[in-house]
């Protein structure tokens, strides 16, 4: 049976106990229509359960344990209490009212990564964007919203940030087109604060920031943005995220997951380096000037 890392965020283990639970139930070779009849489901139950996109009854859990032949006290225990651990709540849960169903795995995978990879085009990234900047970005994009729900989602913005402050957070490597630093986002000085923001978070140790110039041209990821998760716990695979209008996908397959990969890398070969990308924000707060 696997160890948990006790800081994985609810989302994580959930995908870590359903992909458990996957490897117990290939072991008997039993399946997935098998599993679900035996805990009064079906077999989509079982797929959705396995994938960790649903929460788990202990009483399902108790009995595809015994059905797998988990009879091991300590193993069961084990399992159990990862059962209660993956139901408790996240913080963002508070404000699950503002968060689309589809965003919520989003924010729980994040919490949990050990390293986040994004190339953004149009915004500053959301972990990097300071509070005025949100408030725009946010304003921008919520026709008919009132003053009272902009507020509670830039709060929630902000409180997603603190994942970089923890001592275990993850290390965020962004790439940022230079478009999205020009765009006026919320009037000069907005942008001026967003832009010098930026080179204060590039003094961080977990952070590095690049820009795509406008000088290179064409290049592989011109599709759009997209972000790459990586976990810390060996059960998870790494995660491509990509943002829709009103949708995303989460590709985890390993061919998805390398081509992505295999663009991100691209984009960092042709991008600024750390220390170019100092000299590009001080130019575009000049411009500004």
Not at 18 to 42: C, D, P, V
Not at 48 to 71: C, N, Q, S
Not at 211 to 231: C, N, W
Request: charged residues 25%; hydrophobic residues 40%.
């Amino acid at each position: 049976m696997t160890a948990f890392q006790t800081g994985s965020g609810p989302t994580a283990l959930r995908i870590m106990l359903g992909s458990q639970l996957r490897r117990l139930r290939e072991n008997k070779g039993i399946t997935r229509e098998e599993a679900g009849h035996q805990i009064r489901g079906s077999e989509s139950k079982i797929s959705r359960m396995e994938l960790g996109r649903v929460g788990f009854k202990e009483r399902d859990v108790a009995d595809l344990l015994t059905y797998y032949g988990v009879a091991d006290i300590e193993a069961r225990t084990a399992v159990m209490d990862l059962v209660e651990r993956a139901n408790e709540p996240g913080w963002w849960h508070r404000f699950n009212d503002l968060l689309p169903s589809w965003f919520q795995a989003y924010v729980g995978l994040e919490e949990a990564a050990t390293r986040i990879r994004t190339y953004e085009v149009q915004f500053v990234p959301g972990l990097l964007q300071t509070k005025e900047y949100a408030r725009a970005v946010i304003t921008a994009g919520a026709a008919g919203i009132g003053p009272a729900e902009i507020a509670r989602r830039v709060d929630l913005r902000m409180e997603r940030q603190r994942v970089l402050d923890r001592p275990d957070g993850p290390v965020f490597w962004a790439v940022i087109d230079e478009a999205a630093l020009r765009r006026p986002i919320g009037g000069a000085e907005v942008m001026r604060g967003q832009l010098q923001h930026l080179l204060e978070l590039m003094r961080l140790p977990g952070i590095t920031i690049q820009v795509m110039p406008f000088s290179y041209g064409g290049h592989s990821a011109e599709g759009g943005a997209f972000s790459i998760l990586r976990f810390g716990d060996k059960e998870l695979p790494d995660v491509v995220y990509v943002e829709q209008l009103a949708s995303a996908l989460y590709l985890d397959k390993r061919e998805e997951v390398d081509r992505y990969g295999e663009v991100m890398e691209r984009l960092c070969a042709v991008s600024t380096t750390p220390e170019a990308t100092v000299e590009i924000l001080q130019k575009i707060i000049s411009d500004r000037l």
